[in-house]
Structure formats: C-alpha cells, structure tokens
C-alpha cells in the first residue's frame, strides 16, 4: 500500500468559504475521457464560478477573453457539453448538471389510463 504524504505541508489547501466541488465521477465514470481539452477547461470554469445550484453567468467575451479561446472554439466546447449531458445553457444562463442520470420515465401501473385515453374515452361517451 502506498503511503501517501503532503510534499508541501505548509500549502496544504484549505475548504475556503467560497466552495466549488467537481464531481469525482467525472472521471470515475469517464465522462472527461469524452471531452475535447476546450470542453474540460469551460466545465472547470463553469465549476469554480458557478453558485451553488451550479448556475452563472458570462457572456460569450468573457468567456472567450478569460479562457483564452476563440469564438468558434468556445461554442464547439459549449456544444460538446450539452452533447454530453454535462452543462445547460440558456442564453445568458449557464447550469452545470448533477452527474446523476435523468430518472426514467414512469410507465403507467395496471388501472392507471393516459390522460389522452382518458379524453378520448369521454369525447367517445359524449358522442353515444
């Protein structure tokens, strides 16, 4: 087993009061395996600014000026993560996403109707 020490002691880091986490399931999960090196530096950007519902706001030039990128860049990027399931933008809004998987869609249980048969059903009736 390795044994695992600090090489600087006195720059051990510290959970400051302004907090951001990355999910280790990013890597766990091989999410950062998929993603361009564009993509991983605009999701850890979004990360450390994000509040904590994982929403902030920067426009595309800041974005652009702060990363480093050109704009065509930064839109691949953001798409990449869309793509991946990672961040949701809504212009000027951006959300970086839970890791957990959507919930699948309930099927109706035996005795439970659509609401679309349900109407049906009643137009049917309403017509005899």
Known sequence: MIVKTPILPKRLRKVPKSFSWIDH???RDRHIERLSHGAMALYLFL???GDRQ?????????LI???NMEAAALDHARSEL???????WQRPIYQVLGLDPEPAPR???K????LGDVLKQAMEAAHD
């Not at 994982?54 to 800041?62: A, K, M, R």
């Not at 005795?111 to 659509?114: K, Y």
């Open 25 to 27: 399931r990013l890597v």
């Open 47 to 49: 990360v450390c600014v």
């Open 54 to 62: 994982g929403l902030s706001y920067y426009s595309d030039q800041s």
């Open 65 to 67: 000026n702060k990363l």
């Open 82 to 88: 869309i793509g991946a399931g990672l961040v949701a």
């Open 107 to 109: 099927k109706p249980s």
């Open 111 to 114: 005795g439970t109707m659509r």
